[in-house]
């Protein structure tokens, strides 16, 4: 019988040889973290700015000591419906104003707080021998193209130069620090890097 | 009884040795799914190269989240064995009104979109949420952490455990338990000792697809536990993430992960089987 139930057994082993990571966190522990270990800023930003702030937020906590930025990275859809939902959060950074629209609906952002701080560049990319020959924009309206465009729902896919904008969370946990990192993604060094990964600037 | 099956299956036996036409025709029906199956995993073999796999083991990020899958899914997999047992043995055993109901409703997480789970955990366990409001005013908060990980892979990989194991108890044939209950034994003993030992091989069969389909969770994880490193990115997250740094390093990361599920699979299947020839 013992044999029989050995699977059983090695799975309460394991379990109890495992321990979760930062379980669930009550929020006395996130209110006083400087007491040890550093402050924890908490950046909700659009996954398509994934290299660039993860760049920029090295940069800001070499600034800042003491100062661990956490991203949450993700569609910024979603990222509002967190928001929507009280996700705890420090600043918000999403990748067109209708998010940021949705987060200050919930009362997450407060109203024309958020600044643009880059804009998408729409590109039209065709095949390295581009046996349409499209040279020009009036090109694509060439009857027999395949002319793939982006989901109407995502921000590239709303035709405009859609613009990114960042916002400070209105509850934030450290709102001096999200005030300075939104700041911070405005200086020359974040530009460069933003600019690096293929962002606009306005 | 017993000699009968022996006699059958004997019987069985002999009618089954191979005839190698009817294997041969078995064999060319069979190539076009295992090749359908297969072809999309060699083309990713074929793209990664090994060296950049092995770079990505040294990576941080890679390996907290590897180490939080495989921790997440441990918990999943444990959950759904002993909260989902009582709830399968209710339904195959016991009839009741609104027993096809209840049936039904179970399955409903399965045919969800993950994102729309997710979006349910949230208005449900939120800081503004059905329950969440209520548990955030007594001092807990349980989304956008790790806890948060393996109630999404709960929600959306229990239920695949569940329907098996209804199946594994409805399919042991009762007079045994009913000769045990004979001989004195009570309920929790008949269950213990002569129910879950006949319906094991089944219900670990269900603990492996519902483990495989946590591995997997992607869509209810993102919006109701978030993408943090080290908290709640697990791989699937990860994988996502690369995507937005270039395809390379998605198909690598993938590629890991496929590697370290087939690894578990191929385990749990050998532990099976060592079982099988057991004495």
Known sequence: ?202 | MERTTTAQRAEIEGRRRPLPLTTLGLVLASLPMLAYLLIPLLAMIARVDIAAILAQFANPEVGQAIWLSITTTTWCTALALGLGTPLAFLLARRRFRGRSLLDTLVELPMVLPPSVAGIALLIAFGRRGLIGASLDAAGLQIAFTTVAVVMAQVFVAAPFYIKTAVAGFAGIERELEQAAAIDGASPLQVFRLITLPLAWPVLLGGLVMSWARALGEFGATIIFAGNFPGRTQTMPLAIYLGFELDLDLALTLALILLAVSFLVLWLVKAILRQRVHAP
């Open chain 1, 1 to 202: 019988m013992m044999r029989r139930l050995r699977p059983l057994a090695l799975l309460s082993l394991l379990l109890a040889l495992i321990d979760l990571p930062g379980g669930v966190t009550p929020p006395a522990a996130l209110a006083a973290p400087a007491a040890q270990g550093p402050t924890e800023l908490t950046v909700f930003a659009a996954a398509s700015l994934t290299d660039a702030f993860k760049e920029i937020g090295r940069s800001f906590e070499k600034a800042n000591p003491g100062v661990k930025v956490t991203f949450n990275f993700a569609g910024s859809q979603q990222l509002a419906a967190q928001l929507g939902q009280g996700a705890p959060a420090d600043v918000f950074a999403s990748a067109n104003a209708t998010q940021m629209t949705v987060a200050a609906t919930a009362n997450r952002v407060a109203k024309d707080v958020a600044k643009t701080f880059v804009q998408n560049r729409l590109v039209v990319i065709t095949p390295q021998d581009n046996r349409a020959r499209i040279t020009t924009l009036q090109d694509l309206a060439k009857p027999g193209l395949k002319l793939v465009l982006a989901a109407k729902a995502v921000p590239v896919g709303q035709y405009t130069l859609d613009s990114y904008p960042i916002a400070p969370i209105s509850d934030a946990k450290q709102p001096d620090l999200a005030q300075k990192f939104v700041s911070f993604v405005f200086v020359g060094d974040s530009r460069l890097v933003l600019a690096k990964y293929g962002f606009s600037l306005p």
